[in-house]
């Protein structure tokens, strides 16, 4: 029950991290977003850190799961985030949605090879809800050009857009399989954000690293006031965000927390037309694609058990659902 509310918790902060950076990417770049979010990570975890008092788990940690943590921040904070926001940039934060939703297919798939967890009937055909949902995104000319002749000002660059989405939810469904490889030992919530922090913490260097690059610090100086503070919005919200979803895979396992986590894709929708309604693709084609997709990842967080008694299925049809692969 308690990785199951964090991770609602993360998914909720995640929408609204996803709102704020489209804002802001508006007018700034990416490389400026990726400037203040990251960093502002490692003191929004190190607080974490001394809030639930695992200053010793950071040093409990061995030289092994460090590498893995530091791995799982590099994959999901710096090429994740920047594919994310690059994505958001292109063909917005709504139309991505379908789209990302693909990583819970891939932290599934990942989990089954490297984790032993198991899929079922059920399951799979959760997986092939989720998989089907992106297709409707897909539109047609006329369709296309119909709508850019409504109220909105944005216009999707599509290809750029879906390319850095299936990116970004690549990152997404592989870092939870990272962080689990590192958390290996009993349950702990203040391990997980102490876990947080290591990730963080490699990703930080890494962004620090870009900056050393021709031009690029002159760049990120450059930015306004506006876009910084959409930039620093989105860095607090990212950061609860990253610690709710590394505490509940610290007690809870990836097969429980990566559905919930996508109800993100519905909050994002709502925080979109609350913030950025006149830069975003709200067709009905991107809502039936959430929806379908949303459906198939609720399915995977449930039980064969429950299903079936709510179905009034048969003993032997609530056992099919419910057997385990491989």
Known sequence: MLGGILALMSAAAFALNNAAARRGVLSGSVLQAMAISVPFGVPFFFAGVLMFGSLDDLAAFSGREIVWLAAAGVLHFVLGRYANYRGAKAIGAVLMGPIQDLNIVVSLVLAVVFLGEKITPLMAIGIALVMFGPTLVFEGKSKREARAKGPTTFKPAYAEGFFFAALSGLAYGTSPILVRIGLEGAPDIGRGVAAGLISYIAATLVVGGFMLMPGALPHVRAMRRQEALWFTLAGLFVGIAQMTR????????????????????????????????????????????????????IILGLSADSVAAWLGLSPDAGAFLGRKWP
Do not use: C, D, K
């Open 246 to 297: 590394y505490m509940a895979l610290a007690v809870a396992p990836v097969t429980v927390v990566a559905p919930i986590m996508r109800l993100s894709s519905i909050f994002r929708i709502y925080f979109s037309w609350l913030l950025n309604r006149q830069h975003e693709h709200f067709s009905s084609s991107v809502i039936l694609a959430t929806f379908v997709s949303l459906v198939g990842a």
